[in-house]
């Protein structure tokens, strides 16, 4: 069965760090593109980053650049968001996805061949 499985959310204070996990089972995700959603309440949902499987090619939305990292372990067939210096506006489910680039690291989600369940990130005092 493929799957991408999203761990590591919580809930945080402004200003401090969480780091997502994407699993990826049934398949390797080698030949895809891997990358983050998010979707706020009442928000339609957005792309927050996305990563090749060399590492080599990443993108980043304007909102989250400076204070998020992607990072791919093909060994472990896990892709990572390191988020820094979180603020309320953060809030969200974040989806993991995989696809090619049109659909993973724009907006045509009918690029996108897989998404997980997602998991829930709380940035709150």
């Known amino acids: 069965q493929l799957q991408l499985v999203e761990s590591g959310g919580g809930l945080v204070q402004p200003g401090g760090s969480l780091r997502l996990s994407c699993a990826a089972s049934?398949?390797?995700?080698?030949?895809?593109?891997i990358g983050w959603f998010r979707q706020a309440p009442g928000k339609e949902r957005e792309g927050v980053s996305c990563i090749g499987s060399s590492g080599r090619i990443t993108k980043y939305a304007d909102s989250v650049k400076g204070r998020f990292t992607i990072s791919i372990d093909n060994a472990k067939n896990t892709v990572y968001l390191q988020m820094n210096s979180l603020e309320p506006e953060d809030t969200a489910v974040y989806y993991c996805?995989?696809?090619?680039?049109?659909?993973?690291?724009?907006?045509?989600?009918?690029?996108?061949?897989?998404w997980g369940k997602g998991t829930l990130v709380t940035v709150s005092s």
């Open positions: 996805a995989a696809g090619d680039y049109s659909g993973v690291c724009g907006s045509n989600y009918s690029g996108v061949n897989y």
């Open positions: 049934g398949f390797t995700p080698d030949a895809y593109i």
